[in-house]
């Protein structure tokens, strides 16, 4: 070339506009997915076969990244009776959602199981204040309609309720892994349905494997995940751009939940149990080495719980340990034992329901319900509880709206 040829060259370089600068995407916001290593879990799995139930405020099924079959027909409990749950005025079930599987479209919100499939569960779509009883309902209708993982983005301090109890025993029952959070009060205590033994528990992390200050804690803890500044999809009719960024173990329990339809997706006959033990074993440890009650075995890890050599399991880990005995339950005395005590203190912590009693065992239940009966007659029965309510997210739950 030429001084000539190579002077022209240069200017022309110098006059030229700068190259056109890369237009940041939603899913560059997703810093979770990052974090998690999400990108290299996807070359394992993308969920493909998993059907996650979401219950919640319901699934917006005409959001873009939900769009082209992700959401399954479902249903409607409380005040979304009589919809098939994918109407979602409030927006944190269509959050959930994209959170657990968006397919990405276009360098939108992308979940980490993109190839799984919602089974949406309402159980108040007017963004009301759910029951421990709709929630149960919801629970036991997607166990019953081919959930493999529950998503139960309902961080409360609810009173755990024998219909909840139940309902979740159902799912265990049925080989469904069951994923809920921690809450967000910040306080030294879990509420149902998380703090049922079995359950996922879920509490929440900032970048760098940070305890996320808001989470509640307590020994139930099992997994954490990113808490803070979380970005994903919502109706259109809750945020004009279609896209919000929020705070909450609600997030960090669909994170889970994504994981564990990885998880079910590569090993599609490994039982639930399995699964369970698989994300907990290897978990990144986090905040005060070793497990703790802030984000319990630690944050969860999608390319480890795949790839790890984890010895399969007979019952979950999380489980309390089998009752044994060597006579059934006595007829006569059975129901109204074992209906008191799914709501006695030594079920408090979630146990799973079933006793079997041995025969002196049954004398002496015998003996107390007489006992019970007698006693009936002299004081008038307590006014039955008011029926435990599960808030919806508080304002504060979106902490930014944007795009």
Known sequence: MTRRALLAAIL??????????????????????????????????RGRGVVVAVVDSGV?????????????????????TGTKGTEDTDGHGTAMAALIAGRGHDGGALGV???????????????????????????????DNGADVINLSLTTEATLTPDLLRAVNHAFDHDVVVVAGTGNDGVEHIGAPANIRGVLAVAGTERDLVPWGSS?????????????GIVSAVPKSVVDTGYAEMDGTSA???????????????????????VVNR?????????????????????VDPV?????DVADVERNPLAPPPRTTAAPVPTTAAPPVAERALNGPAW???ARAGIAFGGLLAILVGTAVAGLLLSRTRRPEPPPPVPAEIPPPPEEFWKRTRW
């Open 252 to 274: 960090a329990t669909a994170l889970v939940s994504g994981a564990a339809a990885l998880v079910r997706a590569t090993y599609p006959d490994m039982n639930a149990a399995s």
């Open 60 to 80: 917006d099924d005409t959001v873009p990244d939900l769009a082209g079959g992700a959401v399954l027909p479902g249903v409607g409990f409380a005040s979304a």
């Open 12 to 45: 022309i370089a110098l006059c030229a506009p700068p190259p056109a600068a890369h237009a940041q995407t939603i899913r560059d916001q997703q810093w979770h997915l990052d974090a998690l290593a999400v990108p290299a879990a996807h070359e394992y799995s």
């Open 279 to 299: 994300l907990i074993t290897t978990a990144t440890d986090a905040g005060v080495p070793g497990r703790d009650d802030a984000t319990g075995f630690g944050q």
């Open 348 to 350: 408090s912590g979630g």
């Open 216 to 228: 509640n804690t307590g020994p139930e803890a099992v997994l954490a995940a990113p808490a803070k």
């Open 113 to 143: 199981a993109p190839e799984a499939t919602i089974l949406p569960v309402s159980v108040g779509s007017d963004g009301a204040k759910f029951t421990t009883a709709a929630v149960a309902e919801g629970i036991t209708w997607a166990v």
């Open 304 to 308: 480890a719980a795949i790839t790890a």
